[in-house]
T-cell receptor, first 112, second 115 residues
Framework: AQTVTQSQPEMSVQEAETVTLSCTYD???????LFWYKQPPSRQMILVIR??????QNATENRFSVNFQKAAKSFSLKISDSQLGDTAMYFC?????????FGTGTSLTVIP | EPEVTQTPSHQVTQMGQEVILRCVPI?????FYWYRQILGQKVEFLVS????????KSEIFDDQFSVERPDGSNFTLKIRSTKLEDSAMYFC?????????????FGSGTRLTVV
């Protein structure tokens, strides 16, 4: 069974500071991808970053980067220089085959 | 940037009624999906659709649900005989490829409230 666990239901960070959101997953698949999606108050799901499981190098997209530890099945998201617009729900997701598996989400609030 | 469009943004329906949620995927995408999110819970997979047929569905997607691509552009989710527990945010998504490496483009969702 594929599972995704986000153990931090809520987090907050001061504007311009750095925050890390945790995610662990469990799978028996060898070929899979990991994603972080952002869901702002508008409720739209927006892709933030993706990581190929076969790549050791951590993915980076501007202020967003991941710390991918394959052996530990850990996939955390680091947001640097946090901005007010980063306030949102963040979902870690895992894709194997034809569907995504989502975690329960972490609600991030950026404090001015 | 291309978007997945969902209508309506909010639908209120009486228990027992049928609803149709509509989605217009990105034009060159070939794979289509419905997900739902009950308030405060995680996003759950409902169904995937490719080449005019369902390619995969979850346990949630029972006989109450059906999907259709009626005209080559719209992708609809029909929920028959709605129940209170069907109240949720329903997300449509599309993907250009079915490969594992591709993320989806999600629509903004339809909030369904069953009263």
């Amino acid at each position: 069974a594929q599972t995704v666990t986000q153990s931090q239901p809520e987090m907050s960070v001061q504007e311009a500071e750095t925050v890390t959101l945790s995610c662990t997953y469990d799978t028996s698949e060898n070929n899979y991808y990991l994603f972080w999606y952002k869901q702002p108050p508008s409720r739209q799901m927006i892709l933030v970053i993706r990581q190929e499981a076969y790549k050791q190098q951590n993915a980076t997209e501007n202020r967003f980067s991941v710390n991918f530890q394959k052996a530990a099945k850990s996939f955390s998201l680091k947001i640097s220089d946090s901005q007010l617009g980063d306030t949102a729900m963040y979902f870690c997701a895992f894709r194997a085959g034809n569907q995504f598996y989502f975690g329960t989400g972490t609600s991030l609030t950026v404090i001015p | 940037e291309p978007e997945v469009t969902q209508t309506p943004s909010h639908q209120v329906t009486q228990m027992g009624q049928e609803v149709i949620l509509r989605c217009v995927p990105i034009s060159n995408h070939l794979y289509f999906y419905w997900y739902r999110q009950i308030l405060g819970q995680k996003v759950e997979f409902l169904v995937s659709f490719y080449n005019n047929e369902i390619s995969e569905k979850s346990e949630i997607f029972d006989d109450q649900f059906s999907v259709e691509r009626p005209d080559g552009s719209n992708f609809t989710l029909k929920i028959r005989s709605t129940k209170l527990e069907d109240s949720a945010m329903y997300f449509c998504a599309s993907s250009q490829q079915g490969a594992v490496s591709y993320g989806y483009t999600f629509g903004s969702g339809t909030r369904l409230t069953v009263v």
